[in-house]
C-alpha cells in the first residue's frame, strides 16, 4: 500500500477546506505543491473530484521522482527521513482537510450513516488486533444484527485478492441460499453459514438492497435466538 492510501484510509476529503488550505483548483480536481527539507524535494499532491489523492516527490536537483520512499527495503537513515518528512505533510492535510469515516469504502460510510439515523446504533469496535471491524447490536437484546470487517478477497474468494470491506447479516435459511445466486454475496464470513450472509460493499448490491436486508436482519436478532 503507498504511503498516501495508508494515511487517508478510513477519511472523506471536506472540498471546501482545500483551497483555504493552499490547493488550486483545476479542470479535474485540485493540486497542491509543497518544497521541504531546505528546499531540496518537492511534493505534489492531486486530490480529484471523487476525493482519491495521489503523491510524488521530486528531488529538484534532478528534477526526478523521488520513489525510494514508497520502497519498503529501502530502510537507510536518508531515504527514512524524506520519507517521515513526506509524511508529515500527508498527515497536515489530512488532519486539515479531511473527515475521519468509520470505514474505508464510500458504500460502508453510507450505510453506516442509515444505520445511526435509522437505528440510532453507532458501530462497535471490539477487537485491538482488527480495528476496523465494526459490530451493530440490536439495542432490544444485544444481538449482533451486522457485522463490518475489512479482509482480502482471496477470504471469500481463491481466485481474487485485495482489500475489501463487506458486511455479515443475518437473514431466513432459505433466503440466504437464494442470495448466493447473485453477485455481491458470499457464505458468511466467521459466522454460521446457515443463517448468516456476506455482502460485499463495493457498489455491486445497490443501497436500498441493502438497506433491505439490514432491516431484515434487525428483525431477525430481534425476535429469534442468534446462532451466529
Not at 9 to 35: A, C, M, W
Not at 169 to 193: I, W
Given at each position: ?6 494515511i487517508?484510509?478510513?477519511t472523506?476529503?471536506?472540498?471546501d ?7 488550486h ?12 527539507m ?39 537513515a536518508f ?18 482537510c ?11 460510510n ?38 463490518i470487517?475489512?479482509?482480502d478477497f482471496?477470504?471469500?474468494d481463491?481466485?481474487?485478492t ?7 447479516l ?7 441460499k437464494?442470495?448466493?445466486k447473485?453477485?455481491?454475496?458470499y ?27 439490514i ?14
Amino acid at each position: 500500500m503507498k504511503l498516501e492510501q495508508d494515511i487517508f484510509k478510513r477519511t472523506s476529503v471536506i472540498f471546501d477546506q482545500l483551497e483555504p488550505y493552499g490547493f488550486h483548483r483545476e479542470e479535474n480536481g485540485y493540486s497542491y505543491e509543497v518544497t521541504f527539507m531546505n528546499d531540496a524535494f518537492q511534493a505534489v499532491i492531486m486530490i480529484d473530484l471523487k476525493g482519491n489523492i495521489t503523491g510524488k516527490v521530486y528531488e529538484l536537483e534532478t528534477e526526478e521522482e523521488y520513489t525510494n520512499i514508497y520502497v519498503i527495503t529501502q530502510t537507510g537513515a536518508f531515504v527514512s527521513k524524506v520519507r517521515t518528512a513526506y509524511e508529515q505533510i500527508l498527515i497536515d492535510i489530512r488532519n486539515h482537510c479531511f473527515e475521519k469515516n468509520y470505514f474505508i469504502f464510500p458504500q460502508a460510510n453510507r450505510i453506516t450513516k442509515w444505520i445511526e439515523t435509522t437505528y440510532h446504533d453507532e458501530p462497535e469496535f471490539l477487537w485491538k488486533k482488527y480495528p476496523g471491524y465494526g459490530i451493530f447490536r440490536n439495542q432490544k437484546n444485544g444481538k449482533w444484527y451486522g457485522a463490518i470487517m475489512n479482509i482480502d478477497f482471496s477470504k471469500l474468494d481463491s481466485k481474487k485478492t485485495g482489500e475489501v470491506e463487506i458486511i455479515d447479516l443475518k437473514l431466513e435459511e432459505e433466503k440466504v441460499k437464494c442470495y448466493l445466486k447473485e453477485n455481491g454475496f458470499y457464505p458468511a464470513y466467521h459466522m454460521n453459514k446457515k443463517n448468516w450472509i456476506t455482502v460485499l460493499f463495493d457498489g455491486t448490491v445497490a443501497d436500498e438492497k441493502m438497506i433491505s436486508l439490514i432491516e431484515e436482519s434487525y428483525l431477525n436478532t430481534g425476535r429469534t435466538r442468534q446462532t451466529g
